[in-house]
């Protein structure tokens, strides 16, 4: 079982960055699809951006040129770059592993929130 912790949350203001990071328990080699999904209050988890071992990526249309997902199979982590926040990007933001179409693991989630 690979143990995902985030980290790299907080506050910031609209119009900022932050810089999400993910480390892996073991190596995420093997792992095909390393991926960031969000909730918000009240709404459905849904995917944020994804990335295969072989470097596509996938990105909802909502952060589509603003958020960079990267992976670093030496290091076992996965980074998410956020700019231009959004109030509507406030979330817990997962990290995530599995295949491309289903995470199998979950982190425990980090606390972004965008507000002035």
């Known amino acids: 079982q690979v143990e995902l912790v985030e980290s790299g949350g907080g506050l910031v203001q609209p119009g900022g960055s932050l810089r999400l990071s993910c480390a892996a328990s073991?190596?995420?080699?093997?792992?095909?699809?390393m991926g960031w999904y969000r909730q918000a209050p009240m709404k459905q988890r849904e995917l944020v951006a994804k990335i295969s071992s072989f470097g596509s990526t996938e990105y909802a249309d909502s952060v589509k040129g603003r958020f960079t997902i990267s992976r670093d199979s030496a290091k076992n982590m996965v980074d998410l770059q956020m700019n231009s926040l959004k109030p509507e990007d406030t979330a817990v933001y997962y990290c995530t592993g599995g295949n491309w179409w289903k995470p199998d693991y979950w982190g425990q989630g980090t606390q972004v929130t965008v507000s002035s």
């Open positions: 073991e190596s995420i080699s093997s792992i095909y699809t």
